[in-house]
């Protein structure tokens, strides 16, 4: 393995073409550049130079790493430059992946004020309901998940995971602008047990179905879907109601449809959720941050 400085004091020696010329423009002495080149070629594992008359002379060997360590040197250079920025926060990579609702709201209004902070951290975004953003996270996959979990219901996290609270979304009811309760700031679960339902996700519509269960009735699921729109647009023409995040209500554009809470108010959790070591990545760690300031900002509104 040849080290670093080695190379650098080779280059400087072909550069100059003597010991004492490179340790001048080094600032070493030449017993010390005649020791590092001597140990670059115990670890090359031959001559790298013959003394012709007074003249220093590649050898095969020695032609062969200069050709190379120009490279090296400068390869190590741009790394550096990077890993500084790194530490600077100025440059890094960070994938998120974020439920459909998030990925609409929170995850836009961080990454806006992510541009307008640190221009150099490039956000990768992927679209996945939990739990699979979260085993993604453990893959590998991605650095950081945004997911939900709600309270009345026992879910599996991996234990490699660090949970982040955000903030909690309080769940509403879409219903036709002409439906009878449309006219309520809130309505109970439990007087639309007669309506004919659409459902979401699996997580979500595991928490409609044991919400129901808990007021004791069955909801009447008649079409299922994760897909917002389509959501809004099958309440629109009256062919069912559906239980859905506050969080689609910021970007609610059908005008056929309203959003009345819950009463009482029925929520869910939502966190980022990265791996214990990714806390310490700067690039990671400042978008957790924007994440956070826009969670509180929503929590305060």
């Not at 890993?83 to 209004?109: Q, W, Y």
């Not at 309203?258 to 980022?272: E, H």
């Amino acid at each position: 393995m040849f080290e670093s400085r080695h190379i650098k004091t080779f280059h400087e020696v072909v550069r100059t073409g003597s010991y004492t010329a490179a340790a001048r423009a080094l600032g070493y002495t030449q017993p010390a550049i005649t020791q590092q080149i001597k140990a670059l070629e115990r670890a090359v594992g031959a001559p790298l130079f013959v003394r012709v008359g007074r003249r220093m002379r590649l050898t095969e060997a020695g032609e062969t790493l200069a050709r190379h360590a120009g490279v090296i040197l400068d390869t190590m250079a741009v790394a550096h430059q990077q890993m500084r920025a790194l530490r600077g926060l100025r440059t890094g990579r960070v994938r998120v992946c974020a439920f459909p609702s998030a990925g609409a709201t929170l995850v836009p209004e961080a990454l806006a004020r992510l541009a307008a902070g640190r221009a150099g951290v490039r956000v990768e975004l992927q679209e996945s309901e939990p739990p699979d953003s979260l085993h993604r996270v453990v893959r590998g996959a991605c650095d950081i998940a945004l997911a939900f979990t709600y309270p009345g219901l026992h879910e599996e996290v991996p234990p490699e995971l660090v949970e982040i609270p955000l903030l909690e979304d309080q769940l509403t009811v879409l219903l036709p602008a002409g439906h009878a309760m449309a006219r309520r700031r809130a309505v109970k679960l439990a007087e639309l047990a007669d309506e004919r339902w659409i459902a979401g996700c699996l997580r979500c519509r595991t928490n409609f179905l044991h919400e129901c269960a808990e007021l004791g009735f069955a909801p009447d699921i008649v079409f299922t879907t994760d897909d917002n729109l389509v959501v809004q647009s099958l309440v629109a023409e009256g062919l069912g109601i559906a239980m859905m995040p506050g969080l689609v209500l910021s970007f609610l554009v059908h005008r056929k449809v309203v959003g009345r809470a819950l009463d009482p108010a029925s929520r869910r959790q939502i966190s980022a959720y990265v791996l214990r070591e990714h806390l310490e990545v700067p690039a990671t760690a400042l978008v957790l941050d924007e994440l956070r300031s826009v969670a509180a900002n929503r929590v305060g509104c």
